[in-house]
């Protein structure tokens, strides 16, 4: 496994500027952000197997194109992490296979389960043994996986390497529907499927692409605040760090949320303005009141949520977050409940006023 000094390249991506390495073999990407010889938290991990149809061509009847970007958004928030894309399609039965397979499915409306029964193929033959190897190089014995997928748990587990699971949370469209239920009820994919938590009254949010992502700062929705377009709330909170200066411009003109959240990091030791603390719950409600003032299909969804309450849920945040577990603030899920209870009155003096 080769990753000695010099064998990389910078990867630029809208997630953050990650590295790419040269592992020796054409049949493994690696992946990496971060310094992962930090021995003072486990590693993000993602083993992914590639799907060129979702990954290069765009195919939404699947959820690997979205738990490869997930990964990408974990580690890019976190800081650091580790990516082994490895060349493997159809479970480890190669593309040619995985397209009779597919259209079995399409021809029979078989599952992909059924499928690959009907055609005589083993469920799952992928192996892990070159991401093991690179574990073992890099002397990374602890890791928190990024998969739903038990199997993959077990194979690092069998092989020296303690895993904490990190579930995904698959984007669920009337394409993949049905190939996600296949997976959780048939392969035991560990799949979150009800996402709004309907029977505790607790709706959780993080990621802008998944359910009720509408609720996070990063979705593409576009603010008009102190007479400048804010491409998000993300780009007008981290940009009010550095008001009337410089920064405050090149931020608003970030071409990601998290390009401007990086930026902005990198800028806040040396020139953030004195007062942030006690004036970022201020700057953060007024974007949140723009962006659900000014887009009504959003205020239409946010009263949608009734009297749920609202929890950004990440680890990554225990201020504006819950920090994972419940014991972080969740300042961002307070200031929106603040938010829908004023569009409620807004709505109900209408109502009296006609």
Not at 240 to 258: D, N
Request: glycine share 8%; with cysteine; net charge neutral.
């Amino acid at each position: 496994m080769n990753m000695a000094p010099g064998t990389w390249c910078a990867l630029p991506t809208p997630m953050g500027e990650f590295r790419m390495y040269d592992a020796g073999d054409e049949h493994v990407r690696v992946v990496c952000l971060g310094q992962l010889e930090d021995q003072g938290a486990e590693p993000l991990l993602r083993v992914h197997s590639s799907c060129l149809a979702s990954e290069v061509f765009g195919a939404v009847d699947c959820d690997c194109a979205d738990q490869l970007r997930e990964a990408m958004k974990l580690i890019a928030a976190e800081g650091r992490g580790l990516i082994v894309h490895l060349h493997q399609e159809g479970r480890g039965q190669g593309l040619s296979q995985k397209i009779r397979a597919i259209h079995k499915m399409q021809q029979d409306g078989l599952d992909t389960v059924e499928a690959f029964d009907a055609l005589g193929l083993d469920q799952d033959t992928r192996s892990y043994d070159a991401a093991v190897r690179l574990l073992h190089h890099l002397r990374i014995s602890s890791v928190r996986l990024i998969s739903n997928n038990p199997r993959k748990v077990r194979y690092l587990q069998q092989h020296g390497v303690h895993v904490t699971m990190v579930n995904t949370h698959p984007t669920v469209r009337p394409e993949n529907a049905e190939y996600l239920k296949a997976k959780k009820a048939k392969l035991g994919h560990q799949l979150p499927l009800e996402a709004d938590c309907r029977s505790t009254g607790t709706i959780f949010f993080y990621h802008s692409d998944q359910p009720w992502g509408e609720l996070s700062n990063f979705s593409r929705h576009s603010i008009f605040v102190g007479r400048r377009v804010w491409p998000t709330v993300e780009h007008f909170y981290q940009a009010q760090k550095f008001v009337g200066t410089p920064h405050e411009e090149t931020i608003r003109r970030c071409q990601t949320p998290m390009q401007a959240k990086i930026r902005a990091t990198a800028l806040a030791e040396q020139h953030r303005r004195e007062d942030w603390p006690g004036a970022k719950e201020a700057v953060m409600l007024e974007g949140l009141r723009a962006k659900f003032g000014q887009h009504p299909d959003l205020a239409e969804r946010l009263l949608e949520s009734g009297d749920r309450l609202l929890v950004e849920h990440t680890r990554n945040d225990a201020y504006w977050g819950d920090g994972g577990d419940g014991s972080g603030e969740n300042r961002l899920g307070h200031l929106l409940m603040r938010v829908r209870a004023g569009l409620r009155r807004t709505a109900t003096d209408e109502q009296d006023s006609n």
